[in-house]
């Protein structure tokens, strides 16, 4: 019975998520700059200094601050990506230093999806929480796109690639300022796309206590080829003879399951639906066994599991936490 529910779940989003789509061929191709931008994951993943953060506060909402902060991104991707956006919630007075970054999914237009499951529960805790906001997701998004994230993935090669470059470093930036003003503990939490990025900062990011990657993709020239997800960008590789076997090579240095974390894989959570129709486990195994296992739950769901499991997801994912952090 869930196997079906799941299916009819996964099959309905994926219909409403291909009600919009890019109208206009996005494929752009400058085999220099790819080469470039994979020559060297280090230097892809350069670690960013202490930003200078601007700080907007919204509201006092019993013993928490409400707002945005925001800071200028090391990563050139556009000017509606020029700053790095979070939006924040802060406990006002606590000893309990514990930040809580969380990372929404692709084409997300609200950050409502991760705190629905987990935002009561880690004000009790009274945890710091940080909303990212992905590039060209809601306010960094571009005046000419349709929808929230069309830039972000899509059949311009290195534009998808300095986006998840971006992620990366934004974030890192983040936790750098948070290290340096409080020494406070950080959580990762990623979902589906959020999932690819988290998993790549516990590749580059040493300052990670726990990291949690829920549904998460790994392979994106896997999503864009395989699944039924990436079908309309998988159009536009098509349209101009761009093979799958050159996107893998060109998107090399944005695939997590060729390098392994340098945290503890013991810190490392992962979850997945065995029913997913967004992402599929044959790609999401690859990670999980190059990353030599670490601690996962298969669930009786698809992608929508985030909602339709969200309770035993909370439950799983707060004790594995509470076991690290306390």
């Known amino acids: 019975m869930m196997r079906i529910i799941s299916n009819i779940a996964d099959s309905y989003g994926i219909h409403s998520l291909h009600k919009e789509y890019s109208k206009t061929d996005q494929f752009n191709y400058v085999e220099e700059e790819v080469c470039k931008l994979n020559s060297d994951f280090l230097k892809f993943y350069n670690k960013p200094i202490v930003p200078k953060i601007y700080c907007d506060k919204g509201r006092i909402d019993k013993s928490y601050e409400i707002g945005k902060i925001k800071f200028l991104s090391e990563v050139e991707n556009g000017e509606s990506n020029k700053y790095s956006i979070f939006h924040y919630r802060k406990k006002i007075i606590t000893d309990n230093n514990v930040n809580v970054i969380f990372i929404h999914g692709w084409r997300a237009d609200n950050l409502n999806r991760l705190s629905k499951v987990f935002l009561d529960s880690f004000i009790k805790r009274n945890y710091n929480i940080y909303n990212y906001v992905l590039p060209f997701h809601m306010e960094r998004s571009t005046n000419t796109s349709l929808y929230s994230g069309e830039y ?50 516990s590749e580059v990011e040493e300052n990670i206590d726990v990291l949690i990657s829920l549904f998460y993709a790994n392979d994106l020239s896997f999503t864009m080829f395989e699944t039924e997800v990436g079908k309309y960008i998988k159009k536009d590789f098509l349209k101009n003879n761009f093979t799958y076997d050159l996107l893998k090579k060109s998107w090399n240095v944005i695939n997590p399951s060729l390098k392994k974390p340098i945290i503890d894989i013991n810190k490392i959570l992962l979850v997945s639906g065995r029913y997913d129709k967004y992402v599929i486990n044959k790609d999401t195994d690859v990670l999980w066994e190059n990353w030599e296992k670490p601690q996962r739950y298969m669930y009786s769901c698809g992608h929508s599991g985030i909602v339709l499991s969200k309770n035993k997801v909370k439950k799983d994912v707060l004790k594995f936490i509470d076991k690290r952090v306390h």
């Open 152 to 201: 972000f993935s899509s059949a311009n090669v290195s534009r998808t690639l300095k986006s998840v470059q971006q992620s990366v470093s934004d974030i890192r930036a983040l936790i750098s300022f948070i290290k340096a003003k409080k020494k406070g503990k950080i959580i990762i939490i990623g979902l589906s796309l959020g999932g690819i990025i988290s998993n790549l900062l």
